[in-house]
């Protein structure tokens, strides 16, 4: 099974516990850890969750600055722990990286491939994190992909025929970041839209609005919605 998360509502955390946004956000990071482990008592193998949109670079540099530092050292951490740890759990977990990461700080940007490399040969379970991420422009960046592969086929060959030109769906969903389908999304603040994420990815997905706030969802949370979608019929168009 494959979930992915819009984890909303740190910023309203903050205000409606008269928090800092340092305060609210260290919560909502470390709620990511609680759920990971709730998932693999489940046995969901893959978690797919929304860190930081390309939409959220307008917002205030205090509050950027908040995010990356927050992040910078949660990946101190965890990079010192895979080194450090050596038991079966170290092995467990797969954690990604995706979106335009050109786009944000260097030093962040190095420390996730850090951790990405160490766990690269991790198979159980599956962690995508997306930073600078729009799904709108992971479309893009998927056709402009398969174009260029495209032009290459086209050049080896001596003759093509018309069909040959066009770009086809499978060559679009070869090139997506995430390449799994969602089965279930979930979004938390009581938002009910999508804002654009994993917009190819989540065209059959089960949805699922918590009015929770992310840093206040709990494992009851999670149960109650895991519980509906798996009471819900699957039809995918048929």
Known sequence: MHLAIIPDGNRRFAKKYNLSLEEAYRKGIDKIKEV????????????????????????EEKEKNTIWKLLREK?????????KRDDERKKEIKI??????????EEVREKCYELQKLTDNNG????????????????????NKAIDQKIL??????EQDNDGYYI????????????????????????????????????YSELAFCDKLWPEFTKDDLDEILNDFYSRERRFGR
């Open 124 to 143: 159980k379970y599956r962690l995508n994190i997306l930073l600078a991420y729009g799904g709108k422009s992971e479309i893009v960046y998927a056709i």
């Open 75 to 83: 990946l101190d951490e965890l990079i010192e722990e895979y080194k």
């Open 96 to 105: 990604c990286f995706f979106g335009h990461l050109e786009k944000i700080p």
């Open 168 to 203: 086809k769906e499978e060559e679009i969903e070869n090139n997506l970041m995430i390449k799994n389908p969602v089965d279930l999304l979930i979004r938390t603040g009581g938002e009910k839209r999508l804002s654009g994420y994993l917009l190819w990815q989540s065209s």
């Open 153 to 158: 086929e086209l050049k080896s060959k001596e």
């Open 36 to 59: 990971i482990e709730w998932l693999k008592e489940k046995d969901i193998k893959e978690l797919t969750i929304w860190g930081f949109s390309t939409e959220n670079f307008n917002r």
